[in-house]
């Protein structure tokens, strides 16, 4: 499916069924997050590292909540990960905000965690008791889907957003599940 969205280029990447809290910095960020909510529009998020140019990868998302921070009054925006797309076009416009047009990726298809994966699960729960800001982003944990647990890994770890971007754009968790166990298997 073809959609058109404004794009806030973000240092994190977030995808399908994440909630993730983005800084939004003055300028281009804030005026992107801006338009879009004037216009009652969803944001596609894609990182920074991403070429704006050609087959970059991102995701759709929802703005679910916002605050401001006292310290330093950058507003913080808590978003919620639908679909993620691949990058047709992109340009900037008339209010100086960038769109692209984007086709959607297809939604891996549910998976449930075998034996040989049940460390993604095993560890991703340590990882939420010891970081009750992470567990409180994700209201019901589906920690017996292998597709969950694979997303919410590749938000997680510093992989580069070009290994990343190779497993968001796989048919399924497969890929993403192999890479992952060999880096828990192989830490580097």
């Known amino acids: 499916m073809t959609i ?54 991102g995701t759709r998302v929802t703005v679910e909540d916002f605050n401001t921070s006292g310290e330093d009054g950058v507003l913080t925006i808590t978003v919620c990960g639908h679909e993620s797309f691949v990058i047709d076009s992109i340009k900037e416009n008339e209010e100086g905000v960038v769109v692209a047009v984007c086709q959607t990726l297809p ?41 969950w647990l694979c997303q919410r890994w590749l938000e997680l770890l510093p992989i580069p957003a070009s290994e990343k971007q190779v497993l968001m754009a796989a048919n399924s968790c497969s890929d993403t599940c192999e890479y992952l166990l060999s880096l828990m298997k192989d830490p580097h």
């Open 107 to 147: 939604t891996w298809p549910e998976r449930e965690v075998s034996n040989d994966a049940a460390p993604l699960a095993e560890r991703l729960q340590i990882m939420f008791d010891r970081y009750p800001e992470l567990s409180s982003l994700h209201k019901r944990p589906h920690f017996e889907s292998l597709t």
């Open 4 to 57: 058109t969205l404004p794009i806030l280029f973000n240092n994190r990447h977030i995808l399908p069924s994440g909630r993730l809290p983005l800084r939004v910095v003055p300028g281009e960020q804030l005026n992107t997050v801006k338009y879009a909510m004037q216009h009652g529009l969803d944001i596609g998020v894609c990182m920074d590292e991403t070429s704006p140019i050609g087959a970059g990868i």
